[in-house]
C-alpha cells in the first residue's frame, strides 16, 4: 500500500525550474526580433489637387533587431523594463500613377531603440507563465540610406521618433536559463515628414511609424 501512495504522489510531478528566480531584483538578458514596419500616411489637402498620383501607400516591410533586456523586479505582480536594442529598418512609401507607373521612395536605416515598459505578469504555474508589457520607446536614427538616387526631390523624414507601445507574451523557465517569446505592437506619436523638403510627398501631410514585432527572449 505505501508502495503504491508513493506511486500515485508521483504521477504528473513536474520539477520547478529556477524556483527562487523572483527573488533576485534585476535580470538581464539578451533578445534577437523580426519587426514588420510600416508608414500610417494621411494624405494632404493637395492630393487631389497637386499630386499627380492616384494611390499613396506604405508596404509592410520586414526587419532585424537585437539588444538585451534590463528586468527590474516591483513586486509579485509587476516589474520595470527595458530592451535598449538596434534595428535595421526598410520603409517605403510607393506612389502609383495613372499612366501604370509606380516610384517607391525607399529609406534604409539603423535605429537604437530604448523603451520603457511596465510589465503585469500572471502567478507562475509551475515552470510558466503570461504577461503583458506597456510603455514608450524613444528611437534614433543613424545610418541612413536614402532613397535610390532620388536627389533633391527624394522623400525625406525625421531622424527621431517617440512611440507608445503594448503587448504580450509567456515566459517558460527551464533549467539554466527563462524563455519568453513576445508579441508587440509599436505606434508611432511623431509626423515623420519633414517640412518643406519633400516635393514628392505633396500628397502626404503625415508619416507615423507602425510596427509589429516578434520577440525573442533569453533571460
Do not use: C
Not at 510558466?128 to 514608450?136: L, P
Request: aromatic fraction near 14%; proline fraction near 4%; charged fraction near 20%.
Amino acid at each position: 500500500m505505501a508502495v503504491q501512495e508513493a506511486q500515485a504522489q508521483g504521477i504528473g510531478y513536474r520539477r520547478k525550474h529556477l524556483e527562487y528566480y523572483d527573488d533576485k531584483p534585476i535580470h538581464y538578458g539578451i533578445l534577437f526580433a523580426v519587426p514588420f514596419t510600416r508608414f500610417n500616411i494621411k494624405h494632404s489637402n493637395d492630393f487631389v489637387s497637386k499630386d499627380s498620383a492616384f494611390v499613396i501607400q506604405s508596404p509592410t516591410n520586414a526587419a532585424f533587431r537585437m539588444g538585451f533586456t534590463i528586468n527590474a523586479f516591483l513586486n509579485e505582480h509587476f516589474d520595470l523594463r527595458t530592451t535598449p536594442s538596434v534595428s535595421l529598418y526598410e520603409r517605403h512609401v510607393k506612389f502609383s500613377y495613372p499612366n501604370g507607373t509606380d516610384r517607391t521612395e525607399k529609406r534604409e536605416s539603423t535605429w537604437i531603440e530604448v523603451p520603457l515598459l511596465l510589465k503585469y505578469k500572471s502567478v507562475r504555474r509551475v515552470n510558466s507563465r503570461m504577461y503583458m508589457v506597456a510603455g514608450m520607446t524613444l528611437g534614433i536614427e543613424t545610418n541612413v540610406k536614402r532613397n535610390r538616387g532620388g536627389g533633391a526631390g527624394a522623400l525625406d523624414t525625421k531622424s527621431s521618433d517617440l512611440s507608445i507601445d503594448y503587448g504580450i507574451g509567456y515566459e517558460q523557465f527551464f533549467e539554466f536559463f527563462k524563455f519568453a517569446p513576445e508579441l508587440r505592437f509599436s505606434h508611432g506619436l511623431t509626423n515623420m515628414m519633414v517640412p518643406g523638403k519633400n516635393s514628392v510627398g505633396n500628397g502626404i501631410s503625415r508619416l507615423r511609424t507602425h510596427t509589429v514585432t516578434l520577440y525573442l527572449n533569453f533571460e
